[in-house]
């Protein structure tokens, strides 16, 4: 992979350090997929959730190489509530 803002590290790295509810991890070069992931409340949007969503975006717009951004909820039931 060619360097990018974020790569699949250093996206990995960010959800450790940051991120509870989300995660963001690059799939391949400019192909980037945010999972909101709280199954267990259907993947409601709570402030903590909305501002973590709020962060990624930041490093998304930040990142010369992103080209599209999936979204998706965690679990089997809900995309969000």
Do not use: Y
Not at 2 to 29: K, V, Y
């Amino acid at each position: 992979m060619a360097s990018s803002m974020i790569d699949l590290s250093q996206a990995d790295r960010l959800h450790a350090e940051r991120f509870q509810n989300i995660t963001l991890h690059c799939l391949e070069r400019g192909v980037l997929l945010l999972t909101i992931d709280r199954p267990k409340v259907l993947n409601a949007l709570n402030s903590d959730t909305l501002l973590e969503i709020e962060q990624a975006l930041d490093c998304v717009i930040n990142d010369v190489d992103a080209r599209v951004l999936l979204v998706t909820g965690g679990g089997e039931k809900a995309f969000v509530a």
